[in-house]
């Protein structure tokens, strides 16, 4: 459905001389650095999924949909959506695919949104049966009927999201390009939007490429991720996966009854220690949470006794702000800061 | 036949929207009149003083002024998406235009309709029709069919040059203005007789920037003043086809321009 | 007196940032440039073949005409009628102008403290280069007297301000018609007829220039001009300096008035 292969894109950032003779050398010739938003990422991506593709701002998310939805000319690599090349045959991938910017509406701003919904019919050339049976459908699961009528301007922020998926798709497309969808809405509209994107795909075997901030859309909607940070692919598989790889390293914390000189146990790190309290990283494929605890209670004495499971959106976090490379991550011992919660 | 049907619906949509505003539309309206009312009483009064330019009447210049007048109008009224393109690419609509399954030169040229530039063309009409009442010219078939070519062709000039601007906007969003050059400068020249102006400036305007392809030369044909005020009847007989030609190149351009967008906010 | 001093101060800072403000845009400033001298370059051509079949004697040389419309392009830029409009101007248009009542300020001194800055710039960056180049290429007359110079420079700066005087009269008008292209479209029209700017008045004839002597707008352009060409002399140049006086008084009352009255209607109305 979605091919990806080293798939890249620079840009070109130009510098401008100061002073009164910089501005007229700048009419001439500019000085540019070159700034690499996409390095070589490769991924498929197979009908009906509904693929995650994260990322911390400025890691090259939006740059690549952009890349599939054929607004900008890839540097070097190949795309593949539905068997076009989204820059070459723009018009026909248009046909297939429908884009929802959460930062900005695609929709006629001083129209009505009946109307515009009316011109993407003539635009798309959709089949009036069609056409009736989704605004249908749309309004039955979106209520875009209680502003069918309001001017696009007028609308609210969660409306016009409405109205905006909706009007993407319209015209039956293959793949749904969702950028932020959630972005500034409230709980309430976030959930029917996910409600909403996942009934279209179960229904319609749309395929689905959405880039979040809102790691509660992932595990709502995303059986995969793709992980990128830097303009470079970190991870790409299920989520189940990254959870599993994420929790291959437990936490267990223990606190003593008295302050012990010397708690070692085979099998597990100490990764923080004060007083009588001691915290220990394990892999449960190593050593079983029961054999750990029974080990440690032929030992000692204990007062309490817990395990924490890193959770996701830590994690990923961390990853993002740190900087570091998820396979780094899985090597290094987890801060304090980090488990306290 | 999509295309004209949806271009036909877009301008329906911009008219309803521009009359919205009904007051505001008159005001706008009777403001252009008085603008160009002006422009042509200014030319009217040197003539009073001078009684003629280089061999033309104050009537023939009328003529020339007529037709420019009309070819611009035309072209900010139709053209008026690449003119205000600049606003569309700084505010990152392009997208949008972009994902959707049509020419993006058709997209944007349906993007906007300029009505009230209608009292700018009645304007320039009534000039054009007095100075036809003024001076005898032998119309005959093949004249009015050059004439409504030469109109077309004109008014597909001043597009390509709108067209320039915006392309331009891709790269840049600083230096197009001198794009007004061509554009408010060339009514103002192109409403005075060709010959007056130096070779050099004539050449550049003949043979780079077909200005005097829009209503110069044309007129000479219509008003046979071919050989007293230069051109050569070939010459003559082909210059309506430079706006055609002019708006070609420039829609190259234009498809080549949109290969270098660069969105907003990677 | 320090309070005057203190006002003082805070105009000047205004003027300053306004200048500053538009020291950013160079390269546009270049186009700009490139822009005058076309439509200098047009005005030339015309005019000399006009007076290239007249050997009747003018009221204006073509020399004279030629520095008229040099002055035209040196100084139109300063106006706010004829440049890009400033800030202030666009406040009222789109009402963010309520935003200026809150600022301890007198709006209409500040309006032209802002239009003052704006002035500064296109003289230094777009007149002055203007003026230079045109010498270098075409036959512009300096006047020889250095009285004619001061009463020039009285007289544009009286122009001057005379255009920012009536530039938000014209504006203010917007508060209650609510129409900002319209009715400033149409003054614009009839103050540039009557300021001389297209054609000199001097080549006018006689019935509609003696409309024109009766009207503020030449005060904009021919007045000043036709000083420095010498056209006006003696007591004439007091007589006409006077005139000039009179109708900014006249107008800075007026925009004061509408703007007063036009502030009091948007506190009542809510913006």
Known sequence: MIEVDNLSKTFKVYHHRKGFFGSFANLFSRKHRIVQAVDSISFTVERGEIVGYLGPNGAGKSTTIKMLTGILVPTSGSVTVNGYIPHRQRKENAKHIGVVFGQRSHLWFDLPVRESFELLQRIYRIPEVQYRYNVEMFDELLSIGDFFQTPVRQLSLGQRMRADIAAALLHDPDVLFLDEPTIGLDVVAKARIRQFIQKIN?????????????????????????????????????????????????????????????????????VYQEGARVQYRFSPEEVSTADLIGAILQKFKIVDISVQEPDIEELIKTVYEDNLTLERKLTEPISPNTQAN | MHHLSLYFHFVKLRIRSQMEYRLSFVFDFFAQVSISVIDFFMIALLFNRFKELAGWSLWEVGFLYGMIGICFALAEMVGRGFDVFQRHIVRGDFDTVLIRPLGTFFQVFSHEFLLRRLGRIAQALVVFLIANSQITISWSLTKVGYLLIS???????????????????????????IINIFTNGGVFMGSYPFSIYRWWFR??????VPLACVNYFPALFLLEKIGSSGGSPIGVLLAPCAGFLFLGITMLFWRWGVLHYQSTGH | MKSLSLAFQVYLAFIKKSFQRRMQYRVANLVGLTTNFFFLLVHIFVYTAFYAARTVPQPLSLNEIITYFVLCQVSFMLMPLWGTRSEVTSAIKDGSVALQLTKPVDFQAYWFADECGRACYYLLMRGFPTFLISILFFEVTIPQQPTVLVAFTVSMMLAIFMSNAITITIFSSGFWTLDTTGIPGMSYSIITLFSGMLVPIALWPEWLAHIARWLPFEGLIDIPFSIYLGKITGIEVWIAIGKQMGWNLFFIGLGRFLLTRGFSRLVIQGG
């Open chain 1, 202 to 270: 179960a229904e319609r075997q749309v395929t689905v490429v959405l880039t979040t901030h809102d790691l509660d859309d992932v595990e709502k909607l995303c059986k995969r991720v793709i992980l990128i940070d830097n303009a470079r692919l970190r991870f790409d598989g299920e989520l189940a996966t990254l959870r599993r790889l994420l929790s291959t390293e437990r936490i267990l914390s223990v606190d003593y009854a008295e302050a012990y000189p010397d708690v070692s146990i085979p099998s597990a790190h100490i």
């Open chain 2, 203 to 208: 050449h550049f305007f003949t043979f780079i």
């Open chain 2, 151 to 177: 109109l077309v062709s004109g008014t597909c000039f001043f597009v390509g040059l709108f067209v320039i601007g915006a392309t331009s906007c891709f790269w840049t969003v600083q230096s197009i203005e």
